[in-house]
């Protein structure tokens, strides 16, 4: 039976998504046109540490129980073909398209001189599990590190059933990799600010961030509804608080708030479903790994045009080149949901077994599909 989808999480993802474009369209103006990014267009980066605890939360939350009684081979099997139908359909043609693009571009652009290696990491969606595999699609780090952190899911759904112990270890294990990341030095414009090729350390930052999500889902508060204003102003304060560590620099700090920004969303109060459970912040949401995936197809047709109309104002130059780029991208990213993600997912699930029952049912209400 399929789980109540959590619409204001969904919702966030949008909006985490749109985050990255605007990082994206900031450095993009700097670099072709030497105008700094804006403050909060300098941080988005932080939004990809989101999507990874909102992506453990949501994981645990639909299959934690499927693993919490034990292990077989039929359910990993099948929860990783879940994950690959998810992730693989739109991620294969996206690839493809991006490295014919950077092919036409000429030596030096990524994947334009690729190996039979080089091929198979990223077709497999292995290329950054610390390999030296160039990305043939810039942003698909992420991908493929979340992709490695399913492997580890069942086993720590098994853990936190079976061990009082796990559940702090796993915490442990978690902020000490993303204090990893931060103190690394290898950060671009932040401490977390990291996706180096041929690094473990985009991994090491995945598996914090996913973990913490986990975690967030296995002590989720429970509201009673006389507690939905204490609910509210917690996830204000809680949010306000984590936008300011990261405006500071402290981006282990606020992604370790991110677990509770996330538990709180998913409880389902007045705040979190007046700002992003609404229809347009919720369609969005759907569309967001689509926004993600192909947002920079759009971003230098976009430069140009906007440096055309706005000469050398700069304000006009960057509010033309962010509306440039949005309109494109969430049109773009509708169709591309539409006619290749979702027809891409139910083709891969015709030839999955169904998912076995959980074993022990779940008094909790859920989150849709990740």
């Not at 990255?20 to 046109?33: D, S």
């Not at 988005?44 to 499927?66: E, H, K, R, T």
């Not at 992709?147 to 796990?166: I, N």
């Not at 509306?323 to 969430?330: E, G, H």
């Amino acid at each position: 039976m399929a789980r109540e989808e959590l619409r204001a999480l969904t919702g966030i993802r949008g909006i985490a998504a749109v985050a990255v474009v605007l990082y994206h369209v900031g450095e993009a103006v700097e670099q072709r046109f030497g105008i700094p990014a804006p403050a909060p267009f300098r941080h988005g980066y932080i939004a990809v540490d989101l999507f990874f605890v909102l992506s453990g939360f949501i994981i645990a939350y639909n299959y934690m129980n499927l693993f919490s009684g034990g292990f077989d081979l039929r359910s990993y099997a099948t929860f990783i073909g879940k994950r690959v139908a998810r992730l693989y359909p739109l991620y294969l043609v996206l690839t493809l398209v991006y490295f014919v693009k950077n092919a036409i571009r000429g030596p030096g652009a990524a994947g334009s001189a690729a190996s039979a290696g080089d091929w198979a990491a990223n077709l497999t969606m292995t290329h950054s599990w610390g390999f030296d595999a160039p990305r043939f699609l810039g942003v698909s780090w992420s991908i493929s590190t979340e992709f490695l952190v399913y492997f580890l899911f069942p086993a720590m759904a098994l853990a936190l059933a079976r061990s009082r112990l796990a559940a702090p270890l796993l915490a442990v294990l978690a902020v000490a990799s993303i204090a990893m990341v931060a103190l690394s030095g290898a950060g671009i414009n932040g401490p977390l600010d990291v996706v180096r090729e041929g690094s473990p350390l985009p991994a090491v930052r995945c598996f914090g961030g996913f973990v913490l999500g986990v975690l967030a889902h296995r002590f989720r508060p429970k509201r009673a509804g006389r507690a939905a204003l204490r609910a509210d102003i917690a996830l204000f304060v809680a949010g306000i608080t984590a936008i300011v560590l990261v405006e500071e620099g402290l981006d282990a700090a606020a992604v370790c708030l991110f677990p509770l920004v996330v538990a709180l969303l998913a409880d389902g109060g007045r705040l979190g479903d007046t700002l992003f459970a609404g229809r347009p912040v919720h369609r969005l949401g759907e569309w967001s790994y689509a926004v993600y995936l192909a947002h920079f197809l759009c971003i230098n047709p976009a430069l140009g045009l906007a440096g055309r109309i706005a000469g050398s104002r700069a304000n006009v130059l960057e509010v033309s080149a962010i509306v440039l780029t949005l309109v494109p991208v969430v049109a773009l990213s509708a169709l591309l949901h539409r006619r290749i993600e979702v027809p891409g997912r139910r083709l891969f699930l015709l030839v999955l077994p169904p998912m076995p029952t959980a074993r022990h049912p779940s008094p909790t209400a859920g989150a849709g599909e990740s």
